[in-house]
Each structure stands twice: as C-alpha cells, then as structure tokens.
C-alpha cells in the first residue's frame, strides 16, 4: 500500500527540485523524498546453473538476496541459447548445459517464484528476445529455423602495395591471431615470436618491426592509424612487399550471410521486423505472464545484432514499404562498411531513415507486447535491460530514452526522437559497465570522463528524461574487491533511482554478501512499485516542460 503521506510529497517536492537542478529530474527527486529505490540481483541462467538446478540452491540465493535487502531477483529464463527455465509450448527446456543437468520435474521458474515470495522477494522474468542460439555451441532453435536468423553485412578486406601486390586481411582486431594478416585498430600488440608487424599512420607505412623483437614492449596503434600483424603466408607478404614510407590502399567486397555465419558475438540474433519472429517472442511472454506468479518481466537483447544486421529480404522488404519506394541499390543505399579496418561507416542516401526505421521496428515490438502481457496481467510490471552507452546504442538499433530527447547527433533523422520507448515501460536498466567508479577518478587517471559509473549513470537518468525509473547496473567482474564493488554503487545510487547488481555468479568469496548487508542498511521498495508515482512524474515533468516552452 502506498504511503498516505507520499501523493502530497509528489506535488511539494518533485517540482522544487527540477527548477533547482533540471538535470537530476522528477523521478530522482521523487525516488529520495519518498526513501524508495531499485535493488536488483540479476540471475543469469547458463552461469548459475549449478545453484539453479535444486530447490535448496535457489533457496539459498533467495536467502541471502533478502538478508541483503534487495527489492527484487531478476531470473534469466530465457538464455540467448534460446531455450528456457519454464514450461513452454513452444521453446525447448534447457535441461543441461555444459555438463549440468536439471531434473525433468524441476520447473526453474515456479520455484523460484515460490522462495522468492516467502522472503518477502519481488522475481522478475528476464527473457532475451531476439537471441535464438548461442554461436560459441551451436546450439538453439534460430539453427532449425535459418530464414529467422539475421543477416549481417560482411567484408572481405584486402590490402595493396604500391606494386600492385594485394593479399586478403584475415580480420580486425581479433582475440587471437592464426596465419594470415591481421588488423589492429586500437590499444597495443606485443608480438608474439612468429610475427612481423607494420606501423600504419593513416595510409602511410612509417615502420615495419620484424619477428626478431617479439616480446618487446608492446606497439601501440597510432592515433588514426593501425597495426598490420602478419603470421605464417601474412607475414612472408608483410616483409616482401612492405616498405616504410609506402601508401597503401585498401579495397573490400561486401556480402550478405546468416547470422550463423556472422561474426557478430555470441547470440544467434534473429529478425526484429519479421511477424514470425515477433509472434513467437510474444507468445513466450505470455506464457510467462499466464503461467506464473512473477511480478514482472525484463526485456533483455531486445535489439538488433549489430549496425551490420539484419539485412535479411525480409527486412529490405519491411524498409522499402515504410519508406514508401524501392532501394535500387541494397545495400549501398543504407550503409557499407569502410574498407580500411577502423575507418568505420560509409553512410548512402537512406542511412537516417534506415536508423530511425529500425529503432521505430523495436518501439513497435516493445509497444506490442506490452499491450499483451497486459491484458493476461493488469498488474505485471515491464522493464528492460539496455546498454548505458546512449551515444553509440543506435547501432543494435533500439532507442530506450524517452520520446523528446533529442540531443542531435549527426547520425539521428528529425523523426528519430520520437522513436524512444522508455515512456512504454515501467523501468530501464541501464548497464554502467566501468571500472572507475566517479569522474573525479578518471582525472586523476588521465581517462575520459565518459567511462565512470557515474557519468553513464547520469546520462542515462538525462536520456530517460522522467519517462521511467533508471536503475544503473553494475558489471561485477570489473571489482575484484567488495569495497571497490561498494563505491563503484555509491556512484550509481548518487544518479538514479536505484542499481542492478550483474551477476549472482560473480558474488563468491568472502566479503562480498557482508558488504552488500552495509551498503543496503534499510529496507527499501522500488519506486516503480509505487502506485501511481510514475504517473505523476510523467505529468510532472509534460508540466515543467510547456511552462519552459516560450510564450507567444
């Protein structure tokens, strides 16, 4: 029940607060005056498998969840392998993974379900949309179903001397280098002890480092520049034709593949704008909402793969009707990808319109299924689970702040803004995946500014604009000690309204839960969970912006 004091509160306090700091918004000031906060514990499926396998496994991270006072467990029931953790008509159980098995009678979800409750727990579904298999195992039903799977924009790169000699780019920036020539676009390389290297500044050859200072300090990648590291055949062309001094030239011929055949993470990502695609992700929410007593559910990879996905027939279908005429030339019309490594997109005619139809194909789906799990459950809270990164998140095609924010980047057409959809939702989490927890220590470190928690926190609280609740999320393998874990969340708390903690798998050894207890001293509700709050911050905020707007 909402306490009597708090719809006063709403009307004295949040308004105050804006003409005071614009910045911080209606929700923070709301969210503090009424002493409410997110406090999520984010259970991924794979990693925790083992605990998840045993009603006294999950028992005991319910537990230890509400002894830390968390508000809410979000419980991944639909990996990006693309099976899940609860009984569905459709989707395939997972009943092992990587040796661990889970017993046929075992339903993941309504267990967890069970024991969150009796503890006072609030358990979220978290289901990843738009992932229909994991590429590392090849595994999942996007592999049985191939006109699902997006399709990805590729390029095979070549490099040529000034003699004319060409030979191909094995690829960019890789975790690890076979034979062949390779492509460094960022950080340093040490080479190993079969690899020779050129210094590339620009397009001009300034050195060329020979196998014989393998081990050396590592190389750095000039500013605007690369590294061409050469293996076995790569390195024999690298020593023949290369020379300091020389321009190379770069060339690329571009294909359209699966994304099975992609090289675009570890989801199998399928097709955002096919109705197929959309209908069976629905129904899977559904069956969620209908089967089970969560209190809410969590959109996760609802998205696209990547800014080179999907091109499928069905999408350049699905474009050429919203745009209202063919595209003579696909893909060159949209985008092709620079044939230097690095040089990153060459945009054609329909680039904008492309973005803005992309991210218009998410709000739609999201827009949708919210109006679905609705209507089986009035009551059942929508989240979901973004990248902090706003700037650069147009990429994968989802645009989750609200739907006047406009900052202008040059990549945005003048109807992009109103493509955003955290006016659909109850809550975004968005993931502040930095080490350095406040600004002040990346001065000190001579590192940007923009990679702190607490700057990805506030630009993700400025983006949402009151449209939603912010909760910041925390990647917990960046902190190898629980007071570097405590401060990095001092951070997000200062500039939301609440943080996420991801995952429960990383919370091992001693320190961790005891440092959480002290971190979390009182018991909080979400604000989210507050009827009628959101409400009010949204009318709010519509309020304070038309008494900005100048008069006639």
């Known amino acids: 029940m909402t306490r009597p004091w708090l719809a006063l509160t709403l009307w004295l306090i949040p308004m105050a607060a804006l003409a005071a700091d614009p910045g911080a918004g209606v929700a923070q000031a709301a969210?503090?005056?009424?002493?409410?906060?997110?406090?999520?514990?984010?259970?991924?499926?794979?990693?925790?498998?083992?605990?998840?396998?045993?009603?006294?496994?999950?028992?005991?991270?319910?537990?230890?969840?509400s002894r830390a006072r968390f508000n809410i467990v979000v419980l991944d029931v639909k990996p990006i392998s693309g099976h899940v953790l609860f009984q569905s008509r459709l989707a395939p159980r997972l009943a092992e993974w990587r040796g661990q098995t889970v017993p046929p009678d075992h339903d993941i979800l309504a267990v967890a379900v069970e024991e969150a409750h009796a503890r006072g727990l609030a358990l979220y579904a978290s289901l990843n949309i738009f992932a229909e298999g994991h590429r590392h195992f090849g595994v999942g039903p996007g592999y049985s179903r191939p006109g699902w799977q997006s399709e990805?924009?590729?390029?095979?790169?070549?490099?040529?001397?000034?003699?004319?000699?060409?030979?191909?780019?094995?690829?960019?920036?890789?975790?690890?280098?076979?034979?062949?020539?390779?492509?460094?676009?960022?950080?340093?390389?040490?080479?190993?002890d079969d690899e020779s290297a050129a210094v590339v500044e620009g397009d001009r050859v300034a050195g060329l480092v020979g196998h014989a200072f393998a081990g050396a300090a590592p190389l750095p990648v000039p500013a605007g520049g690369l590294l061409l590291a050469g293996r076995g055949g790569g390195r024999d062309w690298l020593e023949k034709q290369l020379a300091p001094g020389q321009t190379l030239s770069f060339h690329a011929r571009h294909r359209i593949v699966r994304a099975a055949d992609g090289e675009d993470g570890a989801a199998l990502m399928v097709q955002p704008a096919n109705p197929e695609v959309r209908a069976y992700e629905q129904v899977l929410l559904e069956e969620v909402a209908r089967g089970y007593g969560v209190d809410g559910l969590v959109l996760d990879r609802m998205r696209y793969g990547s800014l080179w996905m999907d091109f499928s027939p069905m999408s350049r279908q699905q474009f050429e009707r919203?745009?209202?005429?063919?595209?003579?030339?696909?893909?060159?019309?949209?985008?092709?990808?620079?044939?230097?490594?690095?040089?990153?997109?060459?945009?054609?005619?329909?680039?904008?319109?492309?973005?803005?139809?992309r991210a218009e194909t998410?709000?739609?789906?999201?827009?949708?299924?919210?109006?679905?799990?609705?209507?089986?459950?009035?009551?059942?809270k929508v989240g979901v689970y973004v990248g902090s990164w706003y700037p650069t998140y147009y990429t994968v095609g989802a645009n989750w702040a609200a739907d006047d924010y406009a900052p202008g980047y040059d990549w945005m057409s003048p109807g992009y803004p109103a493509t955003g959809y955290a006016g659909l939702v109850d809550f975004v989490t968005t993931g502040c995946y930095y080490a350095l927890p406040w600004r002040a220590d990346a001065l000190r470190q001579g590192e940007p500014e923009a990679g702190t928690v607490e700057a990805a926190a506030s630009g993700s609280n400025r983006a949402?604009?009151?449209?939603?609740?912010?909760?910041?999320?925390?990647?917990?393998?960046?902190?190898?000690?629980?007071?570097?874990?405590?401060?990095?969340?001092?951070?997000?708390?200062?500039?939301?309204?609440?943080?996420?903690?991801?995952?429960?798998?990383?919370?091992?050894?001693?320190?961790?839960?005891?440092?959480?207890?002290?971190?979390?001293?009182?018991?909080?509700?979400?604000?989210?969970?507050?009827?009628?709050?959101?409400?009010?911050?949204?009318?709010?905020?519509?309020?304070?912006?038309?008494?900005?707007?100048?008069?006639?």
């Open 362 to 380: 998410i709000r739609s789906f999201l827009a949708e299924s919210v109006s679905r799990v609705k209507a089986v459950r009035p009551d059942l």
């Open 152 to 192: 990805a924009l590729v390029s095979d790169r070549e490099v040529a001397a000034p003699t004319g000699a060409r030979t191909g780019l094995a690829g960019a920036d890789p975790a690890a280098t076979g034979p062949g020539l390779w492509a460094f676009t960022k950080g340093s390389r040490r080479l190993a």
């Open 31 to 65: 969210a503090r005056a009424g002493g409410l906060e997110g406090r999520i514990l984010w259970c991924d499926a794979t990693a925790n498998l083992p605990i998840l396998a045993t009603r006294a496994g999950i028992a005991s991270v319910m537990e230890r969840a």
């Open 464 to 552: 949402v604009s009151d449209a939603s609740f912010v909760y910041a999320g925390l990647y917990l393998a960046h902190y190898s000690r629980p007071e570097q874990l405590e401060e990095a969340m001092r951070a997000a708390r200062s500039q939301t309204q609440g943080v996420m903690l991801f995952d429960l798998s990383y919370l091992t050894g001693d320190g961790w839960w005891e440092m959480l207890e002290r971190a979390f001293r009182d018991v909080a509700r979400p604000p989210h969970s507050v009827a009628g709050l959101l409400d009010h911050i949204r009318a709010a905020r519509r309020a304070d912006s038309l008494a900005r707007q100048p008069g006639p």
């Open 322 to 357: 919203w745009l209202g005429q063919p595209v003579a030339r696909f893909p060159e019309d949209i985008l092709t990808p620079h044939p230097r490594p690095g040089g990153g997109v060459q945009p054609g005619r329909f680039y904008r319109e492309w973005l803005q139809w």
